[in-house]
Each structure stands twice: as C-alpha cells, then as structure tokens.
C-alpha cells in the first residue's frame, strides 16, 4: 500500500513528465526501491505538489539549478523535456539558459544549451 | 563617454536594485573600474535587458543558481531583496529556495533561507 | 497532527542532536514551517532512519558530503558535534577530514578541521 | 628507485584495487609519470595507508565526497569496486547513496546509483 | 551591422582557436545567436582581449578554473588545443594539471590529464 | 626526523609565504599535525617545488582554482599574499580575477576581487 504522499507524487509526476517519468522511475526502483520512493514521494508529492508557484516557474528553477551544478547532463534533459511540457517555450528555456551566464558561467551556460537543443530536435523528428 | 550599454546597463540597474545597486558599482569601481563596467555593460545592460523573460522571473533563475552555488551570500543578499523589488513576495522567495532543495541540497537551501530572513528583517527594521 | 514520519524524525534527531538539533528546528520554522518539517520529516524521519548502517557511519558520510561540498560550514559545525553524540572520537573526525584531500582538496579538508577544532574547544569549555 | 612510500602505497593499492589499480596507474603514468607517482605514494602511502580507520570506512567516505563532487563518474566507478573489494556489500554502497541524498541533492545520488548499478551488473557478468 | 566588440572578439578567437573556434561559434548560433555574440563579444573582445596578461597566461588561468570546475570537459578539450595555439607546450600543460591538485583535487587534475592526453594525440595524428 | 620532502617544502613556503605560511602551519599542527606535514611535503615539498613554471605562474594557477571554487576565502587571502610575495602586481592579480569571470562568473570573480583589496589594503597599512 502506498502512502498518500505517493499517491499524489505520482500523480503529479506523470502530469508533468508523462511516460518518461515512469521510465525513470521504473529505473531507479531497479537499483533501488527507497530512492524511487523517496523521488516519488519526496521531489514531486512534496515539493513539485507545493501551491504558491506554477509548475512553470517550479520547472524555470529547477533548470537554473541544474545548470549550475553542471553535473546532471540526465536531469537537465529531463528538465528540458519537463518545462516544454508544463507550457515553457522553446526561447523561454533559452532565456533561463542565457540568464544563468552571470552567475554560473558561460560554460555551465553553453552545456545547458547544447542539452536543450538536443532535446528540441528529438522532439520534432518525433 | 559611456556607451549605450552602459547607459542601458545603469538604467536597468537602478530601476530594479535602486541606491544598493549603485552602492555595489561604486565599491567595485574602487578595485578594478573595468569589473565593475562589465557588471553595469553586460549582466544588467545585456543580460538582464533582455526581453523575453519578466524582472520577476529573471530574478527567480538568479536566485536558484546563485542558492546553488552556495558560495554566494553577499549577492544572494542584494539578489533577495531585487526579488522583491521588482515584485516578488516573501513567500514567493521562500518558495524558491524550497524548490531547490531536490537539486542543491537541504544546506543550500538552507543558508539560502537563512538570509532570505535576514533580508526580509532588514526591511522591516528600516 | 504531526506524521507518524515527523515523530520518528524528531525522535531521531533529539537521539542524535540533542538541544541543538531543536534549535535548529525551532529556527526554521520561523522562516519556513514547511522546511523545517521536510528537515524532520525527510532528512530525520527517511534518511537517517534507515537501517542499513549505523549512526556512525552516516554521520561520517554527511561530514565527507559536507566538507567536500565547501558551502556548509554551519552544518559542519553542527555534524562535528552531532558525529560526537553518535559515539565518533575526535581522532575519527580528524581522519574524516584527511580523508577527503584526495577528492575534496587541501582547502576543503583544512577547512573542515578549523571548524572540527573549533568545536572541540567549545565542548572543552562548556 | 622508487621510495618506501611508493612501495607502501602501491601495496596497498594493490591490496585494495587489484588488477583495476594497476591499469589506472599504468595510464596515468603514460600521461604523467610525476601524477602516477603522486597518487601511489600520497592517496595510498600516505592516506590510504593511515591507522585510525579501516578501509571500509575510508571507501565509505571517499564515496560520499566523490558523488557529492558530481564531477568524477570515472572514479566513483572505480570506487564502488575497490568499496566491494574491501568488504561493503552492494546495499551498503546504496545505503551510502541514500546518505547523500540531503547533502548533495537528489541529482548526484541518483547518478552515484547508476554507476553503482552499471559495477554490480559487471561484476556479475564476468 | 556587427559591434566593433565582435569584429575584436572575432579576430581574437580567430587568432586563438583558429578553425575550432569558429565551429564553436557556428554551432552555437544555431541554438542561440545571443550566446554567440555574447561569447564573441564579451569573453573575446573583453576579456581575452585585455592588455596586462599575455594570451599563455590567459590560457592558463582559463585551464585552471575550468579543470577546477570538472563540469567543463568538452571547454577543457578546446582550450588544451587553444593553450598549445598561443604557445603552451604540452609539458606547461601538463603542470597546470598537477599545480591544480592541491586545491582541486586529484579527481579534477587526473580528468584535466586525460583530456589533455586526448588532444595531444589528436593533433600527432592530423 | 623530518624528511627531504619536509625540509624542501618548509623552505618553499617560507620562501614563498613567510612568517604568514609559518603561522598557518602552526596552527594547523595544533588541530592535526600530519595534515600540517603533508601541506608541507605535499603541497610545497612536491607541488610547488616542481620545475617547469615558475612561482608567479603556479600562484596565478592557484589563485585562478581557489576563486573558481569559491568556498576557499581564508586560502585565496593567504594566496592573494602569496602571489604579491612571489612577483606579481596588484594589476595582475586583478587581471587574473577578470580572467574567471567567463568560467566561474561574475560572483567568483566580484568575491576574488573583494579579498584582494582586502589584502592590498593591510599590505599599505602595515
């Protein structure tokens, strides 16, 4: 029996990443059980199902975070993929790319765009 | 003569970071003039006079990088408070640093909080 | 109503933080009841109450995360002293701290230990 | 003649590593013969070689800061072996993941499981 | 109608990266011809092109930070080839590297190797 | 007894640093005294004590990793010191803040550029 918590991250999840949120999920509960549930639980019934700001928003701050860290290739384009589908547009998530230069670098900048941009193509030549 | 970056660059500057905004140029034009027109030329006269994005939401991705960074709690301060200048509300703020947890971390959140708070005090006190 | 999860978070906490860890708690929740409750909830109630390994052993994970992250030194400062409770010698933490030089740097490892040594000393003098 | 703690580290590199160490230092010392030497005689004569805390802990902990960096897919490839060489079993390498979850963030433990993944299958395999 | 910034930075990366450097460019304006002009206008009509430091010293300070980053493999490959164009021997940056161990880690120095090593047997192979 | 590598690398530092490196030193022989022999033996015992660039360069190498890293405050001031000791100008040591700014961003540069005045300024004073 899952929790409500879940219940509801689940939800929330597939409303924003559709089937390729399962996928991850499925993934990770290959390796380990805990971390999906916690992903599941914690990061989309918690956080992502705060009221207070739109799941566009949510997804803006999330990709400027994850650019700077520079470290997460996977969940940017995951990201990427999430903002497009909660209503940013393409030039939007260039916009967040380029606002990050100052503060992250044009290196961190660069390395999300070239992530966004395959993330573009993959989706047109769907 | 300045050029139309700068002039641009200042405008914006002050529109959204007021008298703080020009208290930072000053001090950084005491150590190195050149840093403090690449400041005033291309992050405000460039970046944040970009269209595309609203102050609000360019403020929002500055939060999360810089939250990300950790290593930034000066600007994180002065970044906090143009938050709210340019019409974010407390709760919005504390918002962000929420939806950063999942990428950056309960720490960086929470230093992020903790001068949110300090900010926010700040302004009440004056 | 707190949650089963918020109970055994505050239990775990208090086992391994003591008054300290209530601090912590009680000024979060001045700025952001949400996150002090993740902190509880999450944090205490999930992570740290998982079987699998020890307090120790966690304890001395969090310090090498912490040290090697370089942006924390207030929760450093906290998970010295909590590492303590949990049954760690001052020498462990020491050998923590050297351990991380390979991957974390000189900087990051000598920073770690000024604030080891910084609360060393408090609990002599308490 | 290489010194004595060229002999104590790459016995110890040995002793943790195996065959696997032999090639990383064979490699590097194609590129940098001074860089090869360094890592035997400092990381393993010195470090790895010191009293105080068995091997298992100190893999434990070089786990932890190498996620927690984000930036060393290639190491804590070879650090989930040596961890599994030294006496943790897969789980605890999980558990060690999971610990770093409120640290380092959801992004660097999650990938830290997918290389743990992509070793225990290997290991498996062979 | 380009900025005299632009046709500065363009003969300075022209100078510098020669043919890679314009790819970089060209590649970049497909996803955003803002970041282009950025990078052109702002890091080589800029930065790069400042009197005090000659353009080695630039290249290594520039190698530094980004192996230091760890985030920056693909700009660490274009810079090992820009640094060897402005007179760099592979030796000099080799010793960038290790001088970057102490404060960057070995993780970081040893990734910075392994590019380096990369893009010196490219060039021996063209 | 104490090593070559130790009798080198004391002479390094105190030729580079002086009676500030002796303090350091000292005090980090009070919290740990072999991380304070392996910053001798290591860091200037082997590092530093390299041939191949010369120590204006390697301090320019160092100062351009620690302002990236940006979690290093107390090493960059020693460092800034250390560079002024070693050859290089004020200018310079500017220059190599503006250098970062491309890779490590305007806040890493801004936060290097406010503790090299800080230092400039005790160095006058004295």
Same mark, same amino acid.
């Given at each position: 029996m899952k929790s409500d918590r879940y219940q509801r991250g689940l939800k929330k999840l597939i409303e924003m990443e559709g089937s390729m949120g399962k996928e991850v999920i499925r993934k990770m509960e290959e390796i380990s059980p805990d971390f999906a549930q916690y992903l599941v639980e914690?990061?989309? +019934?918690?956080i992502y199902s705060r009221? +207070?700001?739109d799941l566009k928003t949510k997804e803006i701050i999330t990709l400027s975070s994850m650019v700077t860290l520079g470290t997460a290739p996977l969940q940017v384009k995951v990201h990427v993929n999430t903002a497009l589908n909660v209503g940013c547009t393409e030039q939007e998530i260039i916009e967040v790319m380029l606002q990050t230069i100052p503060s992250a670098g044009f290196a961190a900048a660069m390395n999300g765009l070239l992530i966004a941009k395959e993330v573009f193509d993959e989706r047109k030549n769907k």
């Open positions: 914690f990061v989309f +019934g918690d009221p +207070g700001l």
